[in-house]
């Protein structure tokens, strides 16, 4: 049974930085895609940014140069490093997944549709 399971959330200070964690378990990470998307309130859950199982990475072009996502293969670990966080960032944070048993996941979309298998989410607050 696939798990993610997310951590780093927390109250941050405009122009501060955060770095969201993301445990997966039950499946073979390594052939996965991850992705990191987010929600605010009244508003549609969106993509930050995702990493195949080629380490090949797509970000959002209105977040790209703020956040890097980065995944430990060792440790089933995925990564948001948030910089330079804005009020705007305020939401919950969520990790995804995107695994069929047997495949390597490759070239995915940054669309949350997509995604297989959803973590319970970490909230962010940026204050100014």
């Known amino acids: 049974q696939v798990q993610l399971v997310e951590s780093g959330g927390g109250s941050v200070q405009a122009g501060g930085s955060l770095k969201l964690s993301c445990a997966g378990s039950?499946?073979?990470?390594?052939?996965?895609?991850m992705g990191w998307f987010r929600q605010a309130p009244g508003k549609e859950r969106e993509g930050i940014a995702i990493?195949?199982?080629?380490?090949?990475?797509l970000y959002s072009e209105s977040l790209k140069g703020r956040f890097t996502i980065a995944s430990d293969n060792a440790e089933n670990t995925l990564y948001l490093q948030m910089n330079m966080v804005k009020v705007e960032d305020t939401a919950m944070y969520y990790c995804?997944?995107?695994?069929?048993?047997?495949?390597?996941?490759?070239?995915?979309?940054?669309?949350?549709?997509?995604?297989?298998?959803w973590g319970k989410g970490t909230q962010v607050t940026v204050s100014s």
């Open positions: 995804a997944a995107l695994y069929y048993p047997g495949a390597w996941c490759r070239g995915p979309p940054l669309n949350p549709r997509a995604m297989r298998h």
């Open positions: 039950g499946y073979t990470y390594a052939r996965a895609c």
């Open positions: 990493i195949d199982a080629d380490g090949t990475t």
